[in-house]
């Protein structure tokens, strides 16, 4: 069994900074890219930022400049610092990690179970 446990969460005002955490445990072999999606009311799940195992990243342009994603290869670990938030900022955050759980699976998705970020004053 996996799983990915998000915390971090939370209410924050607009210009305000957030720090999302996630790790992965139980039967792992390998993670490949790891990921933070995002849900807002109505709206489809959107990919907001990932990072590979190499360390190559990719953003949303709406958060380029404002978040950064990080992750700890040892830990099975993704972060993602949120500055400057907006209130369209505001949605379910989803952690994501692309992994293997033994040598001979082929990748697959798994998922956190959410964290709700509110951007309001």
């Known amino acids: 069994q996996v799983q990915l446990v998000e915390s971090g969460g939370g209410l924050v005002q607009p210009g305000g900074s957030l720090r999302l955490s996630c790790a992965a445990s139980?039967?792992?072999?390998?993670?490949?890219?790891m990921a933070w999606y995002r849900q807002a009311p109505g709206k489809q799940r959107e990919l907001v930022a990932a990072?590979?195992?190499?360390?190559?990243?990719n953003y949303a342009d709406s958060v380029k400049g404002r978040f950064t994603i990080s992750r700890d290869i040892a830990k099975n670990a993704v972060s993602l610092q949120m500055n400057s938030l907006k209130p369209d900022d505001t949605a379910v955050y989803y952690c994501?990690?692309?992994?293997?759980?033994?040598?001979?699976?082929?990748?697959?998705?798994?998922w956190g179970q959410g964290t709700q970020v509110t951007v309001s004053l």
């Open positions: 994501n990690a692309d992994l293997r759980r033994n040598w001979a699976d082929r990748p697959d998705d798994y």
């Open positions: 139980g039967s792992i072999f390998r993670i490949n890219a």
């Open positions: 990072i590979t195992r190499g360390g190559s990243t």
